[in-house]
Structures are given as C-alpha cells and as structure tokens.
C-alpha cells in the first residue's frame, strides 16, 4: 500500500511559477509507481508525468503544457515534485498524486492510490 500526500497548490497569477510536492510513503513504495495527473472543473483526469520508483523509469505526457512542466524527487524524503512554469489560466485544476504497484500507467483509472489533492488557480 501507498500513501500520499500533495501540497503546494494556491492562488497565482499568469506567468507565476508553482511547485507541487507529493510526499510519499508505504511498504511498498519501492516496487510502486507514482504519477501527477490534474482534474479541470468538467473535465476527466489528465496524466501529466510518472516515475517507476525502484529505477527511475519515467515517462511525460508527450503534449504536456508546450515543455512547462518538470518533474523530478528527492529519494531521502521519498517525494516526487511537479514544478509548474509559466502557469496559465487554463492550467487551473485540482492537482493529484498517484500510485499503483508495478509500472505506471497512462490512464487514472489504474491507479489504487490517491492523494487529496492541491487546488492550482490562475488569474488572468
């Protein structure tokens, strides 16, 4: 089992940079996945960027945010960070962090674990 929890969601205005962290934690965390996916009011749940956590094997959404969005983690706080460049409104949505066993998919419905998620809005 994998637990997870997001921070670092707010208010920003356009052009702002955010950094959404996803603190990570379970016996099973090295043999795991864990993706970022963001939620828009009305719309479905949109894969953003996953890493395998055992080797690092990691994949970004190929049409993701014209290159705005890093990801990267830090292995001793077992947290995986999303930064957010050059925000834009349209970029507003519900922030989420995910898990499943094995190699990470593309697709939220395979993911077991979930975080609460962080609010990212920005003003124009």
């Known amino acids: 089992q994998v637990q997870l929890v997001e921070s670092g969601g707010g208010l920003v205005q356009t052009g702002a940079t955010l950094k959404l962290s996803c603190a990570a934690s379970g016996r099973t965390l090295s043999s795991a996945s864990v993706a970022w996916f963001r939620q828009a009011p009305g719309e479905e749940r949109e894969f953003i960027a996953a890493?395998?956590?055992?080797?690092?094997?990691?994949?970004t959404a190929a049409d993701s945010n014209d290159g705005r969005f890093t990801t990267s983690r830090d292995d001793a706080k077992t947290t995986m960070y999303l930064r957010l460049n050059n925000l834009k409104p349209e970029d507003t949505a519900v922030y989420y962090c995910?898990?499943?066993?094995?190699?990470?998919?593309?697709?939220?419905?395979?993911?077991?674990?979930w975080g609460q998620g962080t609010q990212v809005t920005v003003s124009s």
């Open positions: 890493i395998r956590w055992g080797d690092g094997a990691s994949a």
């Open positions: 995910a898990g499943k066993p094995g190699m990470f998919s593309f697709t939220a419905d395979r993911y077991d674990y």
